[in-house]
């Protein structure tokens, strides 16, 4: 509120006054000093000066509420106080103008100071536990880093990996041969009288040149810029060609590219896009910071990865998740589970139940941490984090874990990520921590009060905004409308997933369409409910079921675990027992296993041999596969009576 009294000698700038015995209070005066820069001076109450200088201001006042001295002599304590000293800051502005003009707002606001000055020793141990000691601004320079050059690695191994079994896939003597696709496509939107919204509808390359020089030219491409990202060199034009490529993929691969984490690495990456800077070098310490409303969607984007999947489950109607037995069948149902999953398949069902619970309490509960304070939003990206690594030791789903975890990271501000890496990836952390120090030090030591008035006049501080050299970074006239954007559909989307109908704008509901076929505003929900029979039941050498395992795999061995990055064929061809769902789904599959002795030689280049089994496979009683005997061997041993036979992994 503002005082009748004035004092007689005015500052030359604004004097913010509080108390410094206070840690409360100088944690918070950090935090302001932060965001206002120069243009406030910050002055403990028990500096003996004060009392000479500012003799108007009993030493009382000070100590119960901050004080602003305006350069015009006027007084100003409590919530109007703080929202004068935060005006400075053209951002913050709005919040003086709501006490100015709304009576109504400005008596909340210092009733809500009252309340806080009045639990000083409580809130400082509260925020303490939320935010940690610093209550300055988190900076994210070097967590742009790292999580761009991640997301340069997940696009180096998506291409590498694809560049291998294109050809074979949708190549002229492929599986779904990309030309007669293009073909059917075009003539299709001739008889519909489709112009060049056609590219818009089918967003390829192809439309141009769909031959295999052309498929493999592509991933040639989308490889040498995801290694030309990683090395940080003109990160937002490399990440628009890579979305544009990857697009271009996806579009004329079909069920091969249809998986929801080609989905998720593409709005990943066109988020991207706008988080780099506009520079020709990737760096910490020489960018300008990424944009916050950039940095909120991707966090939008792991909420709703992580919410939404915890939700389909539940929504399904499946008994299997709501009496948690899910995993009963999971392990042996999913694709490709790894060897790990051949241990845990055969558990205690106490276990397994818990494992369910303790799935959806993460998937439910701390995606809502990614918009909580510092220490809060530490705690549940380590907690997303974990479930992944677990989900990532007992089956192989492609990238999907490696691009989640990345979008975790960008949950951990640079103070953090600097204590993990490298000393050469320290520059922007350590920068960001000495500033954090900074602003603490300069609270704990007090500037003379007399040092803005040696100032008044003066030259310009060299830290002040327009002293910086200009950076170039996306304004906010792209940033904002593409928010609003994504925000509406996905609120859209989330209303669809429970079954809402709401009224919603035709206009928004045109822009939905709109941007369907670009696949980068998507809903999500892995793991739907898992089959009850397994995949991989009875094969034999006139069955599809026979695991057929992709020729590259671009597979990383730990300790014997294998992650395929691109597993997308082997998905198809491991689900290929299910023939009625694969026939219809994958006309070309169909030809390509019934008559495989006639197949193209090429069509086998994405797997590792020629799927006509040596062994016998038998069912053990949990369905996972069991070698019992080779065929033909004499004196083999048979699978029938005795006991249950001896177990042999293979799920690798």
Request: net charge positive; hydrophobic share 45%; proline share 8%.
């Amino acid at each position: 509120m503002k005082s009748t009294v004035r004092v007689a000698a005015p500052p030359g700038k604004p004097l913010l006054i509080y108390d410094g015995d206070c840690s409360f209070c100088e944690r918070w005066v950090g935090r302001w000093r932060r965001l206002t820069g120069p243009a406030i001076t910050y002055v403990p109450a028990q500096d003996a000066r004060l009392a000479a200088r500012f003799p108007e201001v009993p030493r009382e006042q000070m100590t119960t509420a901050v004080h602003l001295i305006a350069s015009d002599g006027s007084i100003f304590s409590g919530a109007e106080a703080v929202l004068r000293a935060l005006a400075q800051r053209p951002q913050e502005r709005w919040l003086l103008d709501w006490y100015e003009h709304s009576p109504p707002f400005a008596r909340v606001a210092e009733a809500l100071y009252g309340l806080v000055a009045g639990h000083r020793t409580f809130l400082s141990a509260l925020t303490r536990a939320a935010c940690g000691e610093h209550l300055g601004p988190a900076t994210y320079s070097l967590t742009r880093v790292v999580f761009l050059r991640a997301l340069g690695l997940i696009y180096l191994a998506a291409f590498l990996s694809l560049w291998v079994q294109i050809i074979g896939l949708v190549g002229a003597d492929g599986i779904l041969p990309a030309k007669l696709t293009m073909a059917g496509v075009r003539q299709q939107m001739e008889a519909a009288g489709i112009g060049a919204d056609r590219y818009r509808m089918v967003p390829t390359l192809c439309w141009f040149n769909a031959s295999d020089r052309c498929l493999e030219v592509q991933c040639a491409a989308g490889t040498f810029l995801a290694a030309v990202l990683v090395f940080g060199l003109a990160p937002a034009p490399c990440l628009f060609l890579l979305w544009i490529i990857y697009l271009s993929l996806v579009t004329v691969g079909r069920d091969f590219l249809g998986f929801q984490w080609d989905n998720l690495l593409l709005e990943a990456g066109w988020l991207a896009i706008f988080l780099a800077p506009l520079q020709l070098r990737l760096s910490g310490s020489h960018c300008p910071p990424p944009s916050r409303v950039v940095l909120w969607l991707l966090w939008w984007l792991l909420f709703r990865l992580m919410f939404e999947s915890g939700c389909v489950k539940l929504l399904s109607g499946d008994p299997v998740w709501r009496n948690l037995t899910a995993l009963k069948y999971h392990y042996e149902t999913q694709p490709l589970p790894t060897w790990i999953a051949w241990y845990a398949n055969p558990l205690p069902m106490w276990t397994q139940k818990l494992s369910v619970a303790f799935m959806f309490c993460i998937e439910l509960g701390p995606p809502f941490l990614i918009f909580a304070p510092r220490r809060l939003r530490q705690f549940g990206c380590l907690v997303l984090i974990t479930l992944q690594v677990l989900i990532f030791l007992t089956g192989n789903y492609c990238f999907f874990n490696l691009l989640t975890m990345a979008l975790c990271l960008l949950l951990l501000d640079d103070v953090v990520l600097q204590r993990l890496l490298p000393a050469r990836w320290r520059s922007a952390g350590e920068r960001a921590k000495e500033e954090e120090s900074i602003a603490t030090t300069a609270d704990l030591a007090p500037p003379a009060v007399t040092e803005p008035l040696a100032q008044e006049g003066g030259a310009e501080p060299a830290n002040s905004p327009s002293s910086q050299p200009r950076q170039h970074t996306w304004p906010g006239l792209v940033t904002v409308p593409l928010a609003c954007v994504i925000l509406l559909v996905s609120l859209m989307q989330i209303c669809a997933m429970f079954r809402l109908r709401l009224p919603w704008p035709r206009a928004l509901v045109t822009v939905y369409a709109t941007l369907a076929p670009l696949r980068s505003l998507n809903s999500y929900g892995f793991f739907p409910p898992p089959a009850r029979k397994s995949s991989s039941k009875a094969a034999t050498t006139r069955s599809l079921g026979y695991p057929m395992s992709s020729s590259i795999n671009l597979a990383t061995c730990v300790g014997g675990l294998t992650s395929s990055l691109r597993i997308n064929r082997a998905w198809i061809g491991k689900c290929g027992s299910r023939r009625s769902v694969l026939t219809n789904r994958i006309p070309g599959l169909s030809t390509f296993a019934s008559d495989s002795s006639r197949a193209h030689p090429r069509r086998w280049c994405c797997l590792n041999k020629i799927p006509f089994p040596r062994l016998r496979l038998a069912t053990s009683a949990r369905g996972l596969t069991t070698i019992i005997s080779p065929i033909g061997r004499p004196g083999a041993k048979r699978a029938h009576g005795g006991g249950a036979p001896k177990r042999e992994n293979t799920c690798r």
